[in-house]
């Protein structure tokens, strides 16, 4: 079954509304989670490492205070694009790590979630 | 330079052949980790099998082996005897850093190659 559940699972909103996503992992606490963008047919980008009562750590080109991330317990972190655009649009998926220290221990994935700003 | 490269975007492959996904990474770093993920069109994200740079033998699981040649930067991806439900993206990618440290290192992904397994 599913350990890390990402909420909702399909949005489809107008332009400058704000947007929340939720990840959640499910059966383990996560020290850490990452959140990544994906447009069609291409990777998954990083955008930022959120960790557990801690700022968000994020990748260079991507705009802190459009997309709000906040990792405030340690089952919890959440993905807020704010005042949303077309160009926003995209797939974002969330993975969370638990506290074990080794590292064969693989990223769990939610299912992610589809943002279309119309 | 890109630190995960997959050079093959699409390939077609015979139901119950096998199939080998090719994957080179770059790092100086010593300490490493290198998974392969499987993404069917649906979205989420599938993991598959893991290698370590300190392991001594290939990964393995079930219908999936690893090909690890340290010295040419490669981690193939072997998937044998194919079935329709193989047909999905695949993701290689890697985690840098001390095994202990790396508890929370990033994944750098490639850009995945597509495999379609026909009946």
């Known amino acids: 079954g599913a350990v890390v559940s990402q909420h909702p699972s399909w949005v489809i909103c107008k332009s400058g509304t704000s947007v929340k996503i939720e990840c959640r992992s499910l059966d383990f606490q996560a020290t850490t989670m990452f959140w990544y963008r994906q447009f069609p047919k291409q990777s998954l980008m990083l955008m930022a490492t959120?960790?557990?009562?801690?700022?968000?750590?994020?990748e260079q080109g991507v705009e802190k205070d459009k997309f709000l991330i906040n990792h405030a317990s340690l089952t919890l972190s959440t993905l807020t694009v704010t005042s949303a655009h077309p160009e926003d649009s995209s797939f974002y998926i969330c993975?969370?790590?638990?506290?074990?220290?080794?590292?064969?221990?693989?990223?769990?994935f939610g299912d992610g979630t589809r943002l279309s700003i119309l | 330079a890109q630190k995960i490269t997959q050079t093959q975007p699409g390939m077609f492959v015979q139901e119950k052949e096998a199939v080998t996904l090719d994957c080179t990474y770059d790092t100086s770093d010593p300490s490493y980790g290198l998974f392969w993920y499987k993404q069917p069109s649906s979205g989420e994200m599938i993991f598959l099998i893991y290698q370590g740079s300190y392991d001594q033998q290939n990964a393995t699981e079930g219908r999936y082996s690893l090909n690890f040649q340290k010295a040419r930067k490669s981690a193939n991806l072997v998937i044998s005897a194919s079935q329709l439900g193989d047909s999905a993206m695949y993701f290689c990618a890697m985690r840098e850093g001390p095994r202990v440290e790396a508890a929370g290192n990033k994944l750098t992904f490639g850009g995945g190659t597509r495999v379609l397994v026909k009946p």
């Open positions: 993975s969370a790590r638990g506290t074990l220290k080794y590292s064969n221990q693989p990223q769990h």
């Open positions: 959120s960790n557990e009562g801690s700022k968000a750590t994020y």
